[in-house]
Structures are given as structure tokens and as C-alpha cells.
């Protein structure tokens, strides 16, 4: 267990680069928001939002693919091994994925007190990811942060074991996979079919539960990936 919190004491080396810039990416993103829907129409419809925190997500994506590129190769040349490095990234991923949810929770609190910041603005929790409760608040918010930053180490495991080649293949794949999926679903018309699922989950099933399905998955699939990773 020393070993593990070892390795996820390496990722916090550097807190400013895995907390610092994710925080300042969207902190940018809210700013041009609020600015946006006090000096334009876009807060007079009620229930209006905005995607601009999906630049938090993607975000913490990509510090996760930097923090397995960079780290992986560091942590094996003192000599931790692959499984505890994986321990202690994921470890560190729970920890900060909670830790966003909490903190989102609280800005959804304020976003509501002010009336979305004096401009009707819904950024913090749009659509669907907000609700009533503030601990159900906390798992909406951060079960998707965890799903991000599981993709995020999976992506950097498939770079270190397979590089360039691998990430592009599995860049391309995931296109063909999706993209082959629509035209399924279109050649189907099963598009409505799709629409109604979605539409009968419950809130709590479509922002915690399949982001947590997301990220297990992923887990299962990258921890194999690991385990063949060379210095």
C-alpha cells in the first residue's frame, strides 16, 4: 500500500500542472461565458446553458494522457512496478475526480443563489447534470470526470505500449467504430429507438451511473495494456 500512495504522491509533484491549468482552462472558459450572456441575448430564454465546462473535462483528459506518458517510464526507472504505478494513478484519479465533484457542487450552489450569475447563465451543470440534491449534485458532476480521466490514462497506456502508431490507430478505430455505429442506427431508422432510451433513464442513471460503467470499462480494458508497457 506504501508503494501505491508512493506513486500517486509522483503525480502531485507538480499540483499546478494536474489542478493548476485544468481549473485555468475553464476559469477562461467561464469568464468568456458570463461575458457572452451579460452582452448578448443568449440568458433571456429560461433554461438556456452553456458547454463551456466541457473544457474542464477534456482538460483533465489530456493531464492524465501527459501524467502516463511522462511518469510511467519515470516511476519503472525507480523501480515501482507497472500494477502500482496503475494503483496509484487511479488512486489519485477517485481522489481528484471527488474532489471536482465537490467543487462543482459548490459552484452549482452559487450559480443558483445568483440567479446564473446575474445572466441566467447555466455553466457549471448543464441540462440534464444538474440536480437537486447536493451529494447526488456532486456524483453527477464527478462520475464523468472520472470516466474522462480513466480514457485519459487509457490513451496514454496505448501510447506508451504501442506509440504514435497505436494512439493514431486507436484515434482512427474509434472514429470508424462511432462513425459505423450511425450509419447502423440510421440504415435501422432506429434513431427515435435510441432517443427513447435515453429519454426513459433516470438522471441519476445518465450522469453517475453509465459515466461509472464508462470508466470501469476502460479500466478493465487499459490495466491488461499496462502490464506489457518497456521502459
Known amino acids: 500500500m506504501n508503494r501505491v500512495l508512493r506513486a500517486g504522491r509522483m503525480h502531485l509533484v507538480h499540483p499546478l ?27 433571456e430564454d429560461d433554461g438556456g446553458f452553456s458547454g463551456g465546462i466541457l473544457a474542464l473535462y477534456i482538460t483533465v ?5 501527459q501524467a ?15 500494477r502500482t504505478f496503475y494503483l496509484g ?5 477517485a481522489a481528484q475526480a471527488l474532489l471536482y465533484g465537490l467543487s462543482i457542487a459548490v459552484l452549482v450552489a452559487i450559480e443558483n443563489a445568483t440567479d ?5 447563465l447555466s455553466f457549471w451543470a448543464p441540462g440534464v447534470f444538474e440536480v437537486d440534491d447536493v451529494f447526488l449534485q456532486i456524483l453527477a458532476s464527478g462520475a464523468p470526470m472520472l470516466a474522462f480521466m480513466s480514457v485519459g490514462i487509457g490513451i496514454g497506456i496505448v501510447h506508451q505500449r504501442w506509440g504514435q502508431t ?10 470508424v467504430f462511432f462513425g459505423g455505429l450511425a450509419i447502423l442506427i440510421s440504415l435501422l431508422e432506429a434513431w427515435r429507438t435510441v432517443g427513447d432510451w435515453f429519454a426513459d433513464q433516470s438522471t441519476l442513471a445518465l450522469t453517475a451511473g453509465l459515466p461509472l460503467a464508462i470508466a470501469a470499462v476502460v479500466a478493465l480494458i487499459s490495466y491488461p495494456g499496462i502490464r506489457r508497457v518497456v521502459p
Do not use: C, D, E, K
Open 166 to 175: 497505436g494512439t493514431w490507430g486507436l484515434m482512427i478505430g474509434t472514429l
Open 61 to 65: 483528459l489530456v493531464v492524465y494522457v
Open 68 to 82: 502516463v506518458t511522462q511518469l510511467l517510464p519515470f516511476s519503472m526507472g525507480i523501480s515501482l512496478s507497472r
Open 116 to 120: 446564473g450569475w446575474g445572466a441566467g
Open 89 to 93: 494513478t487511479a488512486l489519485v484519479a
Open 17 to 43: 500542472v494536474i489542478l493548476g491549468i485544468p481549473w485555468l482552462v475553464v476559469g477562461i472558459s467561464f469568464a468568456i461565458n458570463v461575458a457572452v450572456w451579460h452582452l448578448t441575448p443568449a440568458g
